[in-house]
């Protein structure tokens, strides 16, 4: 043991602590986190108090900003850009499917099953009537028969229905199937673009960093098929005034469509359904990918989303 | 924006938006923080059930584990071995200096004032009992009259006072000044390693990480004078069996003192205070570098000590 210890051997010292540990996967983990927080705060010359500040935080967070209705930590890691990062690294989609991104804090499971163009806005009063079609494909362009899609999408006063006491049960989500040509429809208004929760530390964070907590204009959608991989990704609105600076740095090009204004009764199944101008319309097709293993992706995708939200409520 | 983002172009979009901080510090230390992050999560290729454990880490340990007795996030700092970087970085000493080591969440305001030789172990029945002595000196080996030693230590059953619900008020605890010839002289029992608390999140750490929770026997020190930098340090027990794998990584050489034992009533101070054999001495000189602002530094030890109180019971 050196007279006087330099920082660079007390990290040698806790790498080879760590070294130790058993099982090769926390092995890798806990080495690259070491490494990285060590080189972090030598890098900054993090001062005591810079320290003190950090703890501070965190416990924060922990003690005061997660509940069943709000959880922060994932807020931060969604604004310091970390969940995109994991998000990529665990969906790499080949050229042709469609891209995925954050699954945010706000899916419910057991939304409505609804038929091909149901409104999943009929409480929302002041939102411009929407219409989203498409269809669901594989890379080669073939139709996907029974595909699910699971949407869901902020009221018009940049809510969800989870967070507006004024709101009795679920309101702007739906489930929807593809028919035989792998067609879609769902009825809604268009969406807004809102802030997400700043009275919290990320809040403070945000303010501090000179950043906005808005996301754009967007509609959640987790689209699965037997013996594909799901897919959980949004499409957002070109028009945005966000697009190129969403608070959780979500958007991907090939994710961002068109709204087509519509001031005449000019689409087919707009008039179908009863639908007076004006009001938009959007086409978006999804491309999944074949699954790894046939036949287990839709059950995989169900759990996915039940651990989701059972992970999101803790 | 490119049609596939990869993880790359998102590191460098979420580095663009911290580049806008006004703060140079704040900015200086988020962009530190993003890249760092980053490359941990891509260099160990995060799977996102990984991500969702380390979510529920620390959310759970800021809802359960930290309160005004409890404080689970310096703990894991402490472990892994960060919190003794922050401390040399903020602490580094001149050759000759004693040189600090960590604060630790035991450390309260007000220990009783007590003459040369007093007893802070005097509840302990247990212990072997044991005198501390030496001086307080400049660096160039001149005695610093009237410097304030802060002593605590854990009893001989491992537990300080505040964890012991059968110990009232305060004990292991006193306030020393040295004497005009820069003497102390400290009466307690020799110290026992203890394990720090293993039943939270870090424990889970300690445990899947193959590590044990035992810091060896130490007695805590913060010694300050008028003129000179306060140092906050340990002196540990050369024969302790832990002394190679401090839990907290708290052990340098330089603070390894040799108890010595005494069969025989064969030391002056220990006859003087009616110690019977067998009994332990220990010399120790504490080094001061001088403050950098001469008189701020014994208020700057107060106001320090205070902070830290303070922030760990929140």
Known sequence: MPRHKSEDDITAEVLERFAQTPQPRLREIMLS??????????????????????????????RLWCSDKRQEFILF?????????VDLLNHRKPEGATESTVFG?????????????????????????????????????????????????????????????QVEGMH?????????????LVR???????????DGPVGRMLRATGRHPWRPAHIHFVVSAEGYEPVTTHIFDRADDYLNSDAVFAVKESLICDFV??????????????????????????????????????????????????????
């Open 188 to 198: 809604t208004v268009r969406p807004v673009h809102y802030p997400i929760p700043a």
């Open 77 to 85: 890691s969604d604004t310091l850009g970390v969940s995109m990062v």
């Open 172 to 184: 702007m989500r739906g489930r929807f199937r593809t028919d035989a040509e792998g067609r879609y």
């Open 261 to 314: 204004r519509h001031d005449a009764a000019d689409d087919a199944e707009a008039a179908r359904l009863g639908i007076a101008p004006p009001f938009y319309t959007v086409r978006f097709d999804f491309r999944l990918k074949k699954a790894a293993k046939a036949g287990a992706s839709v059950l995989e995708a169900q759990q996915r989303l039940a651990a989701l939200g059972t992970q999101a409520a803790q």
């Open 105 to 165: 804090p706000f899916h419910r499971l057991g939304a409505p099953e609804m038929p091909a163009g149901g409104n999943i806005a009929d409480r929302d009063t002041t939102g411009v009537p929407t219409l989203v079609g498409g269809r669901v494909l594989d890379l080669d362009g073939r139709p996907i028969a029974g595909a699910l899609l699971d949407v869901w999408q902020a009221q018009s006063n940049g809510l969800y229905d989870s967070q507006d006491a």
């Open 33 to 62: 986190l070491i490494r990285h927080l060590h080189a972090f705060v030598k890098e900054v010359n993090l001062t005591e108090a810079e320290w003190f500040q950090a703890i501070a935080i965190l416990t924060e967070t922990g």
